[in-house]
């Protein structure tokens, strides 16, 4: 993996297509050059689907923290949260119920960044304190639709 494969991937997560075209307009590489990537990227299993959804364990991300933010801040849940998602690696928040403020997804590409993860909390005015769990491994992650059959489906969501 490259530069312009990152570049690439990057895009396609901002962008939410594949689209060759779309992809050289944001990127500056060519046409033919990205369908090349993208087959190369296809192959190795980076790039799981025609959804384009990405293997981050493939792609290099494979170590997931679970973050418990403990908060005493000033103004909205809202606004903490976008703070929050300032920290790279940030890939979801939660705003919860307890003990805990908030809870912090984040995909890292080593356990070495973690310090650093940890450290740009810390930054962050109001965190008081965190509580950080390393994810040994992913049993399974899916969609939501998937844990559901069809009927409960159709019973809980048709009016």
């Known amino acids: 993996m490259d530069e312009r494969d990152v570049r690439l991937l990057k895009a396609i997560a901002e962008l939410g297509t594949g689209s060759p075209e779309r992809l050289h307009e944001e ?21 799981e689907n025609d959804r384009y959804e990405i293997d981050l364990d493939e792609l290099g991300l494979g170590v997931t923290v679970l973050v418990e933010i403990h908060a005493d801040y000033e103004g909205s849940y809202e606004e903490f949260s976008d703070r929050l998602l300032t920290v790279e690696g940030v890939t979801n928040v939660y705003f919860t119920m307890g003990e805990t403020d908030f809870i912090v997804v984040a995909r890292l590409s080593s356990s070495e960044t973690v310090e650093r993860l940890i450290a740009d909390f810390e930054q962050i ?23 559901y059959s069809l009927d409960t489906l159709l019973e809980e969501l048709i009016d």
């Open 27 to 47: 990127t500056g590489i060519p046409v033919s050059t990205i369908h090349y990537r993208l087959s190369n990227l296809r192959e190795e299993g980076v790039i």
């Open 125 to 147: 005015d109001g965190v008081d304190r965190t509580d950080s769990t390393f994810v040994i491994s992913a049993i399974e992650e899916r969609d939501a639709l998937q844990s």
